[in-house]
């Protein structure tokens, strides 16, 4: 093949399809073919550290990427277009494949110095991502990767009408742990052994009761072919006893409990869930705790996504200080467990912690409490982050915790701050307490009662609130390394919160406002604000993505602190990251201050009116 062929080849194939024809002719000039018959070993880059990127041009490659498994079936094969060889090229270490060829092959065989600068483009880099993100899914599906093979019998289901007598008769027979309603509309809804002894013996009601006036119409529902561990996620996230699974038509066809995705190796945080749930003591509690970070790494190793894996350890937070909480009010007989709601602000409460992640909070006290009986309450609160200690956890001591005067108060004040900070958000520190409340979500209490989040539905009604946000928004810049690393000369670290993760946020969370969404997750806001004069589609798309890759980047090394004996936090030595991941936060980074300046013109040259209106047509 000759080089004008070859540049024709490559400019059809990522990543190289991104080249100019120059930059294409350069590589195909500099490049070697070569031809391999059936079985002929084309590389081993577990012996010897491969200093090329490989092209199938025509033929299938066979790959294995685990050194020690060589006697099996190959992990993947390649097609013709297919790229390998280019994790050890850039690494510059024997981290596999080894690649032997199926029938007549030819490759193309292309030198580090001209592949490389192909790996460090946006293309480059975006194709890297999903390499990487595929390689981390197993090759064959897991036990119990849908509900479907979760359900073990049929649901038993009731007419509304039927007895509650007749119904606890029906699931003693069946040995059910509970019994679907369904209602003429089409609507479900469940009774159990819980909610028959609250009505029945508890409050006194007759035997004789409909099973319609009984029934939990807010019981979880997901739809056969579902997958389990998006269905563990909802269970968690409800923090429910039972999900009913029906079919599309919304049919019930059956009822799973937290014990039975115990067996799942998708679901594998259940039974700490479970355990968490029920611990007995606060010793109990602590000692679940340490299993939390294993947990997580088993997830992220059987390829459930990095997003997915920080959704369930925020679920397992939630559980955390749930917990916390019903072990310092059972002490406290003087206060009442039901007189507040606890908010989980931050990472947590928009469901993207990691174990670096502090716990910030806030409370929200139903009715007429007194100055006295918060102070009361905010010392039980500190016994609630006492607990959390024990447990691993911790909440910044001078930041957004609710044993904090500015973080505990009733509803009517939150609402009177709320308007004040909306009104005059450069006082009071009006525009950081915005910030931080517009991520509440509420985990304890009447999820209702929380009033200030409300304060902030409409913010495009204040044009100049929502100029001073966006300030305050783009003020923290992406950057690769800080000037006051470079100025002392410290070791070449980056900090991933606050040099990247946090400008996205940032941006997500004004974009969301701008919109009126009350989306709480990241890619959730960009995704709703996507579109606009200030957010085009595109550039929220970019951020949804490079999110994705600074949050798995994130994670990973924060397991890999903790399995090295470290405290886990968000600076990551540069000299400890691997060539492909250095590439991945570099792109990373120019994308967010792309994004960043862009939305900094626009602000100067549209007014705030326009700037959630939609973009422009091409």
């Not at 070449?492 to 993760?501: E, G, N, P, S, V």
Request: hydrophobic share 45%; net charge neutral.
């Amino acid at each position: 093949m000759d080089p004008a062929e070859l540049t024709a080849f490559l400019a059809k194939h990522p990543p190289f399809d991104s080249l100019g024809d120059a930059a294409l002719r350069a590589v195909a000039e500099g490049s070697r073919v070569d031809r391999f018959a059936d079985g002929e070993l084309v590389l081993d880059a577990f012996r010897d550290p491969s200093v090329e990127v490989f092209v199938v041009l025509e033929g299938r490659v066979r790959l294995w990427n685990d050194a020690d498994d060589r006697g099996g079936g190959p992990d993947e094969i390649v097609p013709p277009g297919g790229v390998f060889g280019f994790s050890a090229m850039l690494t510059e270490s024997s981290v596999g494949p080894r690649a032997v060829a199926v029938g007549e092959v030819r490759v193309a065989r292309i030198p580090s110095a001209l592949a490389g600068p192909v790996f460090t483009s946006r293309r480059g880099a975006r194709f890297l991502a999903g390499m990487v993100s595929a390689a981390r899914r197993p090759a064959v599906a897991p036990t119990y990767s849908t509900v479907d093979e979760l359900i073990i019998n049929p649901p038993l289901v009731v007419e509304p009408s039927t007895p509650v007598d007749e119904v606890a008769r029906l699931m003693t027979e069946r040995r059910a742990p509970c019994a679907v309603v369904q209602f003429p509309d089409g609507a479900l809804g469940l009774i159990t052994d819980s909610l028959l002894r609250t009505w029945v013996l508890v409050e006194g009601r007759p035997p004789s009761t409909p099973a319609q006036v009984v029934a939990d119409r807010s019981v979880p529902v997901t739809v056969l072919g579902d997958s389990a561990a998006e269905a563990l996620l909802l269970l968690l996230e409800r923090d429910a006893e039972f999900l009913l699974v029906t079919d599309r038509a919304g049919k019930p066809r059956g009822v799973i409990c937290p014990r039975d995705f115990a067996v799942s190796p998708t679901t594998a945080g259940v039974s700490l869930h479970e355990r968490l749930r029920r611990a007995g003591s606060v010793d109990d509690l602590a000692c679940h705790a340490k299993a939390i970070p294993a947990v997580l790494a088993d997830l992220l190793s059987r390829g459930l996504a990095s997003g997915r894996v920080i959704a369930v350890y925020s679920t397992v937070v939630d559980t955390l200080v749930r917990r916390a909480i019903g072990f310092v009010f059972a002490e406290r007989a003087d206060l009442s467990v039901d007189a507040f709601t606890w908010l989980s602000l931050g990472s947590n409460g928009r469901r993207e912690a990691v174990l670096s992640s502090d716990v910030d909070s806030a409370v929200a006290f139903q009715g007429a409490v007194t100055p006295a009986e918060i102070t009361r309450y905010r010392e039980a609160f500190g016994d609630v982050y006492g607990v959390l200690a024990r447990a691993g956890l911790s909440g910044d001591e001078h930041g957004a915790i609710a044993r904090h005067p500015l973080f505990a108060r009733t509803n009517d004040d939150w609402w009177a701050a709320g308007l004040e900070w909306r009104a005059a958000p450069e006082e009071h520190n009006g525009a950081m307490m915005t910030s931080l409340m517009v991520d509440g979500r509420p985990i304890h209490g009447d999820p209702g009662l929380p009033a200030v989040t409300r304060v902030f539905g409409d913010l495009r009604a204040s044009p100049g609130t929502m100029r001073l946000l966006l300030r305050e928004s783009l003020s923290k810049r992406a950057k690769s390394r800080s000037t006051r690393h470079l100025l002392t000369r410290q070791p070449d670290t980056f900090d991933i919160k606050a040099h990247a993760l946090l400008p996205i946020v940032n941006i997500a969370r004004w974009a969301a406002l701008s919109v009126g969404s009350a989306a709480l997750p990241t890619t959730e806001r960009l995704r709703a604000a996507a579109g606009s004069t200030m957010l085009p589609e595109e550039h929220a798309s970019t951020l949804v993505e490079v999110f994705g890759v600074l949050q798995r980047l994130r994670l990973r090394y924060q397991l890999m602190q903790q399995q090295a004996g470290d405290r886990p936090c968000d600076l990551i030595t540069m000299n400890r990251m691997s060539s492909i991941d250095r590439c991945l936060l570099s792109q990373a980074v120019r994308e967010i201050s792309s994004v960043q300046r862009r939305m900094d013109n626009v602000s100067r040259f549209v007014p705030a009116e326009g700037w959630a209106a939609p973009e422009p047509a091409r």
